[in-house]
């Protein structure tokens, strides 16, 4: 009943702040309350270091304003802390919730993917794979690249660098942020601007994309637009039978990485690419490279629910570390049979 009640709450918030501010909702289609129910729990539970069922009770014990407040910031996508205060009240002392916020993760959701330096990258790659075709060689993308596991590449005219290990530790001080970035935007359904215009694009160059044995076929190109409402909500609908909101949130960027082979010069990229399996090859081999370095067991804790090592869900997307470094080469790896005789040559 409890709960009943309160998502009749935040669906009033919810409609209120569509009424005022519509940008916050930029993107998103459907929105999942249960999943938002959860994501305000845990928030509580990981800030105020309670159990569930402490964090459940002071969910329902926020105030109107509070929860209000609480579910602003989670929409916002900033960075906000919660933490305990006590108010007193005459003789008695009631506690009470507060929320402050702590600055935004990165300047746009396009950054927070990675997803611009990456496709400076491709690009880039993608020019010098022609002109070395140009003089008749042949072209292996990583190793042109010298790519090793764990490499993230940053393009300045036809020189690659690797981002250090230091000045992605340097960024990344707080313990558990970006798996509460990936939860918070996997619970709201949020993808970065053009998503799904390239999800179209790339199921041009593909008979389909699989996500966990859902299957989004190719000739939804031919019935619907990339613009269109209704193939952003059959996308949508195919990643929203995921689950755990931080996992569906990886296999959107898996699917970015996948939408930069439509902008290089390749016809075909095979036919229905198993996006999980994407997913799988990056966790094993960020796995590989930490046990390399010393990671033992209990830092490479495997979520239970979905066979993901932790670390990696609360890695950024960028730097030598990132997300999108591992997935790149699981895409390479991947793709390397589906590619033309003519194409690239991946290892």
């Not at 709450?9 to 919810?14: D, R, T």
């Not at 069922?53 to 929860?67: H, K, Y």
């Not at 995921?242 to 949130?249: A, I, T």
Request: glycine share 6%.
């Amino acid at each position: 009943m409890s709960i009943s009640i309160l998502t009749q709450e935040i669906m009033v918030y919810l409609a209120m702040y569509m009424r005022t501010q519509p940008s916050l909702f930029a993107e998103m289609f459907r929105l999942r309350i249960g999943l938002i129910i959860q994501v305000m729990a845990t928030e509580l539970s990981n800030s105020l270091q309670c159990s569930a069922e402490e964090a459940t009770e002071s969910l329902m014990n926020l105030s109107p304003s509070d929860m209000k407040s609480l579910l602003h910031h989670i929409l916002s996508g900033k960075e906000f802390g919660v933490e305990r205060s006590v108010r007193s009240m005459d003789t008695m002392a009631s506690p009470a919730i507060s929320i402050r916020e702590l600055g935004a993760v990165g300047a746009t959701k396009s950054e927070r993917a990675g997803i611009t330096r990456l496709k400076s990258d491709i690009k880039v790659l993608d020019r010098r794979r022609q002109s070395l075709a140009a003089e008749g060689q042949d072209v292996d993308l990583l190793s042109t690249t010298s790519l090793r596991p764990g490499d993230s590449l940053s393009a300045s005219g036809d020189v690659f660098t690797a981002t250090s290990y230091d000045d992605y530790n340097a960024s990344e001080t707080r313990q558990g942020q970006w798996l509460r970035r990936r939860r918070l935007d996997g619970a709201l359904n949020r993808v970065p601007v053009g998503f799904y215009q390239k999800v179209w694009s790339i199921l041009q160059k593909c008979h389909g994309l699989s996500v966990e044995g859902f299957v989004l076929p190719s000739s939804s190109t031919r019935e619907m637009t990339p613009g269109e409402l209704k193939f952003s909500a059959h996308v949508e609908s195919v990643l929203n039978r995921v689950p755990q909101p931080e996992y569906r949130q990886l296999l959107v960027e898996a699917i970015l990485v996948l939408t930069m082979l439509a902008e290089v010069d390749i016809q075909c990229v095979g036919g229905i690419i198993h996006v999980e399996k994407i997913v799988r090859i990056a966790n094993e081999l960020f796995c590989e490279e930490q046990k390399v370095l010393g990671a033992d067991d209990a830092m490479l804790k495997v979520d239970p629910g979905t066979g993901i090592c932790c670390l990696l869900y609360d890695s950024a997307p960028s730097g030598r570390f990132g997300t999108m470094t591992y997935l790149s080469k699981s895409v390479a790896i991947t793709l390397q049979d589906s590619l033309p005789p003519s194409g690239c040559s991946m290892q």
